[in-house]
């Protein structure tokens, strides 16, 4: 199974699992699920983190093929795809554990974990930038 995948995200059962692979055929998929499935267990800052991982999370599968179309290369549509997919476990991954310090349901390794990632991209943001040293050479 790959329930365990979204474990640190607050919501590793199989109702949630089947939700977000659901939501890959098409994001209102996921509205379904939960109308048949029941989802009380989850609290409330699980289904937050829910609701980031699954609106920042690829596309459906038919704007997965307008990207490949658009992009005409598979290698960049498979990182497209790939860079939504982990920035939406990262976003969630940080929401859900450094809320789980309030709440009282604290895991040190997801919090080291989502400690990590945001002082990741807060240096992504706020490192400076270097004008490239080297130049073209003009081919005449």
Same mark, same amino acid.
């Given at each position: 199974?790959?329930?365990?995948?979204?474990?640190?995200? +607050?919501?590793?059962?199989?109702?949630?699992?089947?939700?977000?692979?659901? +939501?890959?055929?098409?994001?209102?998929?996921?509205?379904?699920?939960?109308?048949?499935?029941?989802?009380?267990?989850?609290?409330?800052?699980?289904?937050?983190?829910?609701?980031?991982?699954?609106?920042?999370?690829?596309?459906?599968?038919?704007?997965?093929?307008?990207?490949?179309?658009?992009?005409?290369?598979?290698?960049?549509?498979?990182?497209?795809?790939?860079?939504?997919?982990?920035?939406?476990?990262?976003?969630?991954?940080?929401?859900?554990?450094?809320?789980?310090?309030?709440? +009282?349901?604290?895991?040190?390794?997801?919090?080291?974990?989502?400690?990590?990632?945001?002082?990741?991209?807060?240096?992504? &943001?706020?490192?400076?930038?270097?004008?490239?040293?080297? &130049?073209?050479?003009?081919?005449m």
């Open positions: 199974m790959v329930c365990w995948i979204f474990k640190p995200l +607050g919501f590793g059962t199989i109702k949630a699992t089947i939700a977000t692979i659901m +939501g890959l055929v098409a994001k209102e998929e996921v509205v379904g699920v939960f109308g048949v499935l029941d989802f009380e267990e989850m609290s409330k800052l699980a289904a937050y983190s829910f609701l980031v991982f699954n609106l920042l999370c690829a596309p459906c599968f038919a704007a997965i093929g307008a990207i490949r179309r658009e992009m005409n290369s598979a290698k960049w549509t498979w990182f497209a795809i790939g860079y939504q997919c982990v920035f939406a476990y990262a976003a969630s991954l940080m929401i859900y554990q450094i809320g789980s310090v309030f709440t +009282g349901n604290i895991s040190i390794v997801g919090l080291i974990a989502a400690a990590a990632v945001l002082v990741f991209m807060l240096w992504m &943001l706020f490192r400076p930038y270097t004008e490239p040293t080297k &130049l073209k050479k003009n081919v």
